[in-house]
């Protein structure tokens, strides 16, 4: 070949790799998908997209076995550790549905745990009146895994909370099946949620009926014999000032605070307040700092960056656009709240999780909503891709998704839509 003729062949060479390039981008960021439906052109399947394929998505009627009025709420995540297949843990308002989906384009409905009341008079009393009204469950339901078991509670009825072996869904045969509960902890009736700091075994109950709606700690090393092992409640926090506390994470602190690295540290969503509580003597909890912010309406749930510099809060009564509140955590004694991240829509915020550089975070009716972490520093979340699982409205309106669960070692996703089901999705992020 002639050297006159290299720079035409090098021409054609780079403007069919462009080509191709542009058209790989278009669809998946530059990824090949092997889902059933990826995102391509801003649309998955039925429903709008970004750089989030669908595999799979389950109706509630699929998932509960029932064609009443049942809607989902809380979702988390279970991988075996024999096995490593991954379960979703999905949350409704008669029970709980458990999915295999280690073919994620094939998900298995493996059963549902229904819901049992605490063993008390009053608790007796409470289902006889609402059997007789037609009606018992609660839209609140909350799930978390420690040793491989699942505990979960529920709010707006003496309901406790109920601790599964999630062995159960090893050898399931002749799927869905009825499942049952292994065993019960009854020292509370209702509660808002739980979380586990699976570090060190021990679980956090808040919004009960118990100290407040504060924390109320169990430990849990033994997952069928749970015991009661302390509390905490400030009446500085909260609306009704006792104590309330709506969401929490618990960590072993490994910040650049240096006052408590090494210790417990819970960050509590307290509808008033940022609350920052040092849990490593249960029976001596203490309040390091309790924080209010400038358009506040009600402090709902959040998760910290995993260097324990930051702490992503979602505030649920938003009264402009979407409002992610972003605080500097670096002091425990003295957080900022130093910057926010507005959305396009006026979608209410719900539930947010961190993994890695991403922040996950369901918001009602406009879904999956993922941001980069990568300019946290400036105080900016880059929205880098989304999946919206309720395509009627973005509207300020309690619907749509619930929450999701980003923690799969796969890269798949979980979310719950309350009126929508279970999606099954994978991000292609660079």
Same mark, same amino acid.
């Given at each position: 070949?002639?050297?006159?003729?290299?720079?035409?062949? @090098?021409?054609?060479?780079?403007?069919?790799?462009?080509?191709?390039?542009?058209? $790989?981008?278009?669809?998946?960021?530059?990824?090949?998908?092997?889902?059933?439906?990826?995102?391509?052109?801003?649309?998955?399947?039925?429903?709008?997209?970004?750089?989030?394929?669908?595999?799979?998505? $389950?109706?509630?009627?699929?998932?509960?076995?029932?064609?009443?009025?049942?809607?989902?709420?809380?979702?988390?995540?279970?991988?075996?550790?024999? @096995?490593?297949?991954?379960?979703?843990?999905?949350?409704?308002?008669?029970?709980?549905?458990?999915?295999?989906?280690?073919?994620?384009?094939?998900?298995?409905?493996?059963?549902?745990?229904?819901?049992?009341?605490?063993?008390?008079?009053?608790?007796?009393?409470?289902?006889?009146?609402?059997?007789?009204?037609?009606?018992?469950?609660?839209?609140?339901?909350?799930?978390?895994?420690?040793?491989?078991?699942?505990?979960?509670?529920?709010?707006?009825?003496?309901?406790?909370?109920?601790?599964?072996?999630?062995?159960?869904?090893?050898?399931?045969?002749?799927?869905?099946?009825?499942?049952?509960?292994?065993?019960?902890?009854?020292?509370?009736?209702?509660?808002?949620?739980?979380?586990?700091?699976?570090?060190?075994?021990?679980?956090?109950?808040?919004?009960?009926?118990?100290?407040? !709606?504060?924390?109320?700690?169990?430990?849990?090393?033994?997952? @069928?014999?749970?015991?009661?092992? !302390?509390?905490?409640?400030?009446?500085?926090?909260?609306?009704?000032?006792?104590?309330?506390?709506?969401?929490?994470?618990?960590?072993?602190?490994?910040?650049?605070?240096?006052?408590?690295?090494?210790?417990?540290?819970?960050?509590?969503?307290?509808?008033?307040?940022?609350?920052?509580?040092?849990?490593?003597?249960?029976?001596?909890?203490?309040?390091?700092?309790a924080t209010d912010y400038e358009g506040r309406t009600?402090?709902?749930?959040?998760?910290?960056?995993?260097?324990?510099?930051?702490? $992503?809060?979602?505030?649920?009564?938003?009264?402009?656009? @979407?409002?992610?509140?972003?605080?500097?955590?670096?002091?425990?004694?003295?957080?900022?709240?130093?910057?926010?991240?507005?959305?396009?829509?006026?979608?209410?915020?719900?539930?947010?999780?961190?993994?890695?550089?991403?922040?996950?975070?369901?918001?009602?009716?406009?879904?999956?909503?993922?941001?980069?972490?990568?300019?946290?520093?400036?105080?900016?979340?880059?929205?880098?891709?989304?999946?919206?699982?309720?395509? $009627?409205?973005?509207?300020?309106?309690?619907?749509?998704?619930?929450?999701?669960?980003?923690?799969?070692?796969?890269?798949?996703?979980?979310?719950?839509?309350?009126?929508?089901?279970?999606?099954?999705?994978?991000?292609?992020?660079?």
């Amino acid at each position: 070949m002639s050297s006159s003729k290299l720079p035409i062949v @090098t021409f054609i060479v780079f403007v069919l790799a462009f080509t191709l390039s542009c058209g $790989l981008s278009d669809s998946n960021n530059g990824h090949e998908s092997d889902a059933p439906f990826p995102c391509k052109k801003g649309t998955s399947k039925d429903f709008t997209c970004e750089n989030v394929d669908l595999f799979a998505h $389950l109706s509630i009627e699929e998932l509960s076995g029932n064609t009443g009025e049942v809607s989902l709420n809380d979702i988390w995540g279970w991988t075996d550790p024999q @096995t490593e297949k991954e379960y979703a843990l999905v949350g409704m308002t008669n029970g709980v549905s458990f999915v295999d989906i280690s073919e994620p384009e094939n998900p298995v409905i493996l059963g549902v745990l229904k819901e049992t009341l605490n063993p008390s008079s009053s608790a007796k009393k409470f289902k006889a009146l609402h059997d007789e009204e037609g009606k018992g469950e609660s839209a609140w339901r909350d799930i978390k895994t420690f040793n491989n078991h699942a505990f979960i509670v529920s709010d707006n009825q003496p309901h406790g909370l109920q601790v599964f072996s999630l062995a159960k869904l090893r050898n399931v045969e002749s799927p869905p099946v009825s499942f049952e509960e292994d065993a019960h902890y009854s020292e509370f009736d209702n509660a808002h949620n739980i979380a586990i700091n699976e570090a060190t075994g021990f679980a956090y109950v808040v919004g009960s009926n118990t100290f407040g !709606g504060g924390l109320h700690i169990i430990d849990i090393t033994t997952p @069928t014999e749970p015991v009661f092992a !302390g509390f905490h409640a400030d009446s500085t926090v909260g609306r009704n000032g006792g104590g309330y506390v709506h969401d929490t994470q618990c960590v072993i602190y490994s910040g650049p605070d240096l006052d408590y690295q090494g210790d417990e540290v819970c960050f509590n969503s307290s509808e008033t307040h940022l609350e920052i509580v040092n849990v490593s003597d249960k029976n001596n909890t203490i309040q390091i700092s309790a924080t209010d912010y400038e358009g506040r309406t009600y402090a709902h749930q959040g998760w910290l960056t995993e260097d324990h510099r930051f702490f $992503l809060l979602g505030d649920e009564l938003d009264q402009g656009n @979407t409002t992610t509140y972003i605080w500097n955590v670096e002091d425990l004694d003295n957080p900022i709240m130093s910057g926010t991240r507005v959305g396009n829509s006026l979608s209410i915020d719900h539930n947010q999780y961190v993994k890695q550089n991403h922040l996950y975070q369901s918001n009602y009716t406009s879904g999956l909503q993922i941001f980069s972490l990568s300019n946290i520093e400036q105080n900016s979340l880059e929205q880098v891709g989304f999946f919206d699982t309720f395509p $009627l409205d973005d509207n300020r309106k309690f619907d749509g998704s619930w929450s999701n669960y980003p923690f799969f070692d796969s890269g798949l996703v979980i979310v719950s839509d309350m009126s929508n089901g279970l999606f099954i999705v994978r991000p292609n992020l660079q």
